[in-house]
């Protein structure tokens, strides 16, 4: 739907009145055929003369230093307001798919992040509720973990180096038909036909880390030589108790933090029943590297 080519609106994925009593069809007609419509009118319009007027949204939004001051809003609110609602129509569907499924990784990364999936829900509401005026709250991943944000206006998370999984619109074209003034109402409804399989789809295909060269690099673990991605659990556990024994001493005074690092490896291995640190998620790999100095803070891979 967001291919190379002048922007159109996209076709619903489901009939207009697919998603009542939640959101009605006139609703949907309104939000989906006037304002998307006009977002796609201005973004061609915006991009015009620019030299990518052909150009994946996605690029546009990650490149928005690059283009002219006196083009940057309106390329930013109407190629945003392009992107993030044709994300919020595939994100719905009728009856929902009420949650992820609950031994998947989309799940697994919830729990992490939020607990559970009820307070991954409410997270989400009260983002969607602290959004002062017109904007979005984004279920996104950057990378390591999945967390909430919100954004402003037609701003997108693509813009902050984030990869959006889930928003909900929280302007009040979105609701004020169905809900009048009742942003809260609204957010309920709005839960109850989220179609997680595809906020699920979205999350494998995130970008990730590039971890081969951390897996590769050596380690001394439990006074052993070995590759990082090779190092088992109790190898983690065991290498930390041994360096917690060495810290406060004089020059080791900062083992301590060392120890803690692995300690957490270990703590992630088992939650995830990766038998080697190469089973982990690669975020999780590149986040464990650096705490442990295997690839120090803003140096690049070599």
């Given at each position: ?94 009856g929902g798919a009420t949650q992820p499924a609950r031994d998947g990784k989309l799940a697994g990364a919830i729990r992490e992040t939020f607990g559970s ?186």
């Amino acid at each position: 739907m967001m291919c190379a080519m002048a922007y159109t609106v996209p076709e619903l994925p489901y009939p207009y009145e697919a998603l009542e009593p939640h959101i009605s069809a006139d609703t949907m007609r309104f939000h989906h055929d006037k304002h998307h419509q006009a977002y796609v009118d201005k973004a061609n319009a915006a991009l015009d003369g620019t030299g990518l007027e052909d150009a994946d949204p996605r690029d546009v939004l990650s490149r928005l230093t690059e283009y002219p001051p006196d083009k940057r809003d309106a390329v930013t609110n109407n190629v945003g307001g392009h992107y993030n609602h044709t994300l919020f129509w595939e994100s719905m569907t009728p009856g929902g798919a009420t949650q992820p499924a609950r031994d998947g990784k989309l799940a697994g990364a919830i729990r992490e992040t939020f607990g559970s999936f009820a307070g991954c829900k409410e997270t989400i509401k009260e983002a969607a509720l602290s959004q002062f005026g017109s904007g979005w709250a984004w279920l996104v991943s950057d990378g390591y973990r999945v967390l909430i944000v919100t954004t402003s206006n037609q701003d997108c998370p693509i813009s902050d180096d984030l990869e959006p999984l889930l928003g909900i619109d929280v302007w009040e074209h979105a609701y004020y038909l169905d809900y009048e003034h009742r942003r809260p109402d609204y957010i309920d409804a709005w839960l109850k036909v989220v179609n997680w399989d595809v906020v699920e789809q979205r999350y494998a295909a995130a970008p990730v880390p590039e971890v081969a060269d951390i897996l590769q690099r050596l380690v001394t673990v439990c006074s052993v030589e070995r590759r990082f991605g090779e190092v088992t659990m109790d190898e983690a556990r065991q290498h930390s108790t041994e360096l917690k024994a060495l810290a406060g001493w004089g020059p080791m005074a900062k083992v301590g933090a060392i120890a803690r690092g692995w300690s957490d490896l270990a703590v992630n291995m088992q939650k995830r029943k990766a038998a080697t640190v190469a089973d982990l998620d690669p975020g999780i790999v590149e986040k464990a590297a650096i705490e442990l100095w295997i690839v120090p803070p803003n140096r690049s891979m070599v």
